[in-house]
T-cell receptor
Framework: AQSVTQLGSHVSVSEGALVLLRCNYSSSVPPYLFWYVQYPNQGLQLLLKYTSAATLVKGINGFEAEFKKSETSFHLTKPSAHMSDAAEYFCAVTSDSNYQLIWGAGTKLIIKP | KAGVTQTPRYLIKTRGQQVTLSCSPISGHRSVSWYQQTPGQGLQFLFEYFSETQRNKGNFPGRFSGRQFSNSRSEMNVSTLELGDSALYLC???????????FGPGTRLLVL
């Protein structure tokens, strides 16, 4: 069965530094892969979505993610962190067998001034 | 289009009571999923409704139930509330399910 692993429950970077949040899926290539962001006391907001059209996907707020089939990864990056990026980030993939999304545990991004 | 709306936004109940939460999906979306989010357990899938039928179910006790109406609006009910049910309950809608889900702001439930 498909599963999603996000490495690091907390990631801390300095403002202006590169942001790298890791996501790996477990089995066959899922139809879709997603990154969502959750700001404090809010619902989840879609950052970007991979649909096999291109391996590098650009999202909102300067984020992008690269799909690497050989590494079963879909890591999220941003060249320069901003204080407003502090939030929790979730990776999700579509299940192979039904219509569910399979979610990672989330990574809290902390931005140091 | 209006986004996903959830009511109420905040709720305080006592142990043993029951609660009903409401979710109105984006117009045209037929799939509604519910999630429970807590600091300890993270985001956990409760169930998904599609065209008034429960299509998927997570690993929660029978005290948690839901339904979907013909206009795709959904409700979830928790009976005999326990302290551990304190959480943020999130609703998400999508056109068919399994593709992009759009989330509401959530209902924060506190059980005393």
């Amino acid at each position: 069965a498909q599963s999603v692993t996000q490495l690091g429950s907390h990631v801390s970077v300095s403002e202006g530094a590169l942001v790298l949040l890791r996501c790996n899926y477990s089995s066959s290539v899922p139809p879709y892969l997603f990154w969502y962001v959750q700001y404090p006391n809010q619902g989840l907001q879609l950052l970007l979505k991979y649909t096999s059209a291109a391996t590098l996907v650009k999202g909102i707020n300067g984020f992008e993610a690269e799909f690497k089939k050989s590494e079963t990864s879909f890591h999220l990056t941003k060249p320069s962190a901003h204080m407003s990026d502090a939030a929790e980030y979730f990776c999700a993939v579509t299940s192979d067998s039904n219509y569910q999304l399979i979610w990672g545990a989330g990574t809290k991004l902390i931005i140091k001034p | 289009k209006a986004g996903v709306t959830q009511t109420p936004r905040y709720l305080i109940k006592t142990r043993g009571q029951q609660v009903t939460l409401s979710c109105s999906p984006i117009s045209g979306h037929r799939s509604v999923s519910w999630y429970q989010q807590t600091p300890g357990q993270g985001l956990q899938f409760l169930f998904e409704y599609f065209s008034e039928t429960q299509r998927n179910k997570g690993n929660f006790p029978g005290r948690f139930s839901g339904r979907q109406f013909s206009n795709s609006r959904s409700e979830m009910n928790v009976s005999t509330l326990e302290l551990g049910d304190s959480a943020l309950y999130l609703c998400a809608s999508s056109v068919l399910g399994g593709e992009t889900q759009y989330f509401g702001p959530g209902t924060r439930l506190l059980v005393l």
